[in-house]
T-cell receptor, first 112, second 112 residues
């Protein structure tokens, strides 16, 4: 089975802190994604990566950056956390284009 | 334009009933379609993946795609209380690097 693991289930950070969310997949997938999920807004794509060191902006990249130094790991970085970044963050991976994606268990981030 | 419409519910049905969940979309370029199930505070879990118009069956679940009407459905037979969750439709444009576009999800409640 595909395993996508996010480093934390729950996280509480202070406004202005730099926050790292880590995601690791164990199936040698080419593509990895970061979404955030908010009530009434659904899942929105922040960034995605189709190869090591490659990244593409999604629909809501402002306030975020990403890093993909190794194929199995995709990190989401909040340079200076703000309260409006309180959300559920979901990492996903998929083997290639036009295939289904597999999700991690999610990180519920609260910024206070 | 990327827009997927999905009734948020809640949809409440008695145990054993047939459930019908639906999504409509406006962009005819969407080519690949998925259904995910998401339990509260968990990541989405892939249920079905389809490409062509028509039906695809897996156990109690049937996914239906009508590309001419830009309409997809998920049917659940013999519904169980454990089916209570949020169901998300998702779709991919295809042809290149792209994230999934999601509906906002339908909250389903199966009453024992």
């Amino acid at each position: 089975d595909v395993k996508v693991t996010q480093s934390s289930r729950y996280l509480v950070k202070r406004t202005g802190e730099k926050v790292f969310l880590e995601c690791v997949q164990d199936m040698d997938h080419e593509n990895m994604f970061w979404y955030r999920q908010d009530p009434g807004l659904g899942l929105r794509l922040i960034y995605f990566s189709y190869d090591v060191k490659m990244k593409e902006k999604g629909d809501i990249p402002e306030g975020y950056s990403v890093s993909r130094e190794k194929k199995e790991r995709f990190s989401l970085i909040l340079e200076s956390a703000s309260t409006n970044q309180t959300s559920m963050y979901l990492c996903a991976s998929r083997p290639q284009m036009n295939t289904e994606a597999f999700f991690g268990q999610g990180t519920r981030l609260t910024v206070v | 334009q990327k827009e997927v419409e999905q009734d948020p519910g809640p949809l409440s049905v008695p145990e054993g009933a047939i459930v019908s969940l639906n999504c409509t979309y406006s962009n005819s370029a969407f080519q690949y379609f998925m259904w995910y199930r998401q339990y509260s505070r968990k990541g989405p879990e892939l249920l079905m993946y389809t490409y062509s118009s028509g039906n695809k069956e897996d156990g109690r679940f049937t996914a239906q795609v009508d590309k001419s009407s830009k309409y997809i459905s998920l049917f659940i037979r013999d519904s169980q209380p454990s089916d209570s969750a949020t169901y998300l439709c998702a779709m991919i444009l295809g042809g290149g690097a792209d994230g999934l576009t999601f509906g906002k999800g339908t909250h389903l409640i199966i009453q024992p």
